[in-house]
């Protein structure tokens, strides 16, 4: 069938006669809608079957753009398709952990395999390496733009200026891993070897110390100032005031290692062990927005 016979009968609103529907078209129930009469015309001729008359007869006038069944509509009628956007990657030191961004936009990433936090700008490009503590893992920047980084392999916090100079060293528990910082400037810190919290002044000045877990990971502020810890020897989140008050514990899935709350104040963790997110609903107060307190874990 000619492409012009098509196109003619479809602007005079007339139906395309002789036209078969794809089958993938017909199961979806699709039919076509819209003005881009020649491609589809096309389209449709490719699959008539020599000469056949029709089975059902459609009016042709185009696509129908239903977001998930437009890309299976085209992909099984031949149409040609724009490819989606491709991924940029970054180069930055060995084994790359966890991540967060500053009131500037620059990214800063734990380097766990060469004890280095990464510096990029938010195009990507390279600012600058620093070297921190052993085995750097957990990262969060408070309201001055400082960075604090936990180091798994030497038991401190590392303090960087927003420039990345050096300005303190603290000593907190056994293999320091999440770290968030609260609206008072206050640092807590997860000891996943020591089964401990440790939360310091933003002056580095130790204010407590905390006993969790077993086995202490992830760490998270809500709106309230309220801290949540997953645990990953005990499969449960728990809760404490700002203060260090035991609030609750809720029980998630296994070896649960990032927590984070989002805007509703649901409790999101993420389960390592099972694949999975438990999502407890409307537990917390919401987030802490200011300042940004990372960090974005890996898992």
Request: with cysteine; glycine share 12%; charged share 10%.
């Amino acid at each position: 069938m000619p492409i012009g016979f098509v196109r003619d009968r479809v602007q005079k609103g007339l139906p395309a006669a002789n036209i078969e529907i794809h089958p993938v078209c017909r199961l979806l129930r699709v039919y076509c809608f819209g003005h881009n009469v020649s491609a589809y015309a096309t389209v449709l001729e490719e699959f008539k079957k020599g000469g056949k008359h029709m089975k059902k007869r459609a009016f042709v006038r185009g696509i129908i753009l239903m977001s998930f069944l437009s890309a299976v509509f085209l992909t099984a009628c031949g149409s040609s398709s724009t490819a989606g956007p491709t991924p940029s990657t970054f180069s930055v030191g060995t084994n790359p952990s966890t991540i967060a961004i500053d009131a500037s936009g620059n990214v800063w990433v734990t380097n766990q395999g060469s004890n280095t936090v990464t510096e990029l700008s938010s195009s990507g490009a390279l600012l600058n390496t620093f070297t921190v503590g052993t085995e750097p893992y957990g990262i969060a920047i408070d309201a001055s733009g400082n960075v604090w980084v936990t180091n798994t392999g030497s038991n401190t916090v590392t303090e960087l200026s927003s420039s990345g100079a050096l300005l303190n060293t603290f000593t907190v528990g056994t293999e320091p891993h999440g770290i968030a910082i609260d609206a008072s400037g206050n640092v807590w810190v997860a000891n996943q070897g020591s089964d401990t919290l440790t939360e310091l002044s933003s002056t580095g000045e130790l204010l407590y110390t905390l006993t969790i877990g077993p086995e202490p990971y992830g760490i998270a502020i809500d709106g309230s100032g309220n801290v949540w810890v997953t645990n990953q020897g005990s499969n449960t989140v728990t809760e404490l005031s700002s203060t260090g008050a035991l609030l609750g514990t809720l029980a998630v899935g296994n070896q649960p290692s990032g927590v984070v709350i989002d805007a509703s104040g649901n409790v999101l963790v993420a389960d390592y062990a099972d694949a999975t997110v438990t999502v407890w609903k409307g537990m917390a107060a919401g987030p802490q927005f200011k300042p940004y307190s990372g960090p974005i874990w890996p898992y």
